[in-house]
């Protein structure tokens, strides 16, 4: 199983972690190394009842943060507007140096 992160716009601010299988994560984060993804765009390239069905299965596996061991890709809601601001590869590593601190630099550049 892999864990995804959701960041969304709720005002209660959870961020949840859910699990996905191996196809349900490729479903969404389908390019090699891709770690983000845009719930729009996913819906987009696999249409709205594909993604739909996807997400159900997804709901039904929360996991807690404590009992997280890695997060493997993160799910933005609510964040078309701001989708300028992320790597065109969507993977995290590939974040601009403006956009990170030194270790990140250091870390990313080391797996890439």
């Known amino acids: 199983m892999k864990n995804i992160q959701i960041i ?5 601010a959870t961020f949840s972690v859910f699990q996905a299988s ?3 994560f490729l479903e969404i984060f389908p390019e090699p190394g891709q770690d983000m993804e845009v719930i729009e765009d996913f819906s987009d390239r696999v249409t709205d ?3 739909a069905s996807v997400l159900h299965a997804i709901w039904n596996r929360p996991i807690l943060k404590r009992d997280v061991a890695g997060i493997h890709g993160t799910l933005f ?3 078309a507007g701001r989708r300028q601001y992320l790597p065109d590869t969507k993977r995290e590593i590939d974040w601009a140096a403006s956009c990170i601190n030194e270790a990140q630099r250091l870390l990313f550049a080391s797996r890439k």
């Open 8 to 12: 969304d716009g709720a005002e209660n």
């Open 22 to 24: 191996e196809e349900e």
């Open 49 to 51: 009842e594909k993604a």
């Open 77 to 79: 809601f609510d964040y």
